[in-house]
């Protein structure tokens, strides 16, 4: 169940982390309401990506 919950916050801040950053660098989903917003939103997925794996890592 763990290394379930791993994978799929992996996989979900990752999508998170590109919608985000397709939002910055071309406006597309969200028409880049605010910069500011897509940059933490990026920053914050990037960190919750880079401690799934890291947890999914202790797990094996």
Do not use: E, H, W, Y
């Given at each position: 169940?763990?290394?379930?919950?791993?994978?799929?916050?992996?996989?979900?801040s990752a999508?998170?982390?590109?919608?985000?950053?397709?939002?910055?660098?071309?406006?597309?989903?969200?028409?880049?309401?605010?910069?500011?917003?897509?940059?933490?939103?990026?920053?914050?997925?990037?960190?919750?990506?880079?401690l799934?794996?890291?947890?999914?890592?202790?797990?094996?």
């Open positions: 169940m763990s290394k379930f919950l791993c994978i799929a916050s992996t996989i979900l999508i998170i982390f590109l919608i985000f950053l397709l939002d910055l660098a071309a406006g597309i989903p969200f028409g880049k309401a605010n910069a500011l917003m897509d940059i933490i939103f990026v920053l914050c997925a990037g960190g919750v990506a880079a799934s794996v890291l947890s999914l890592r202790q797990q094996k």
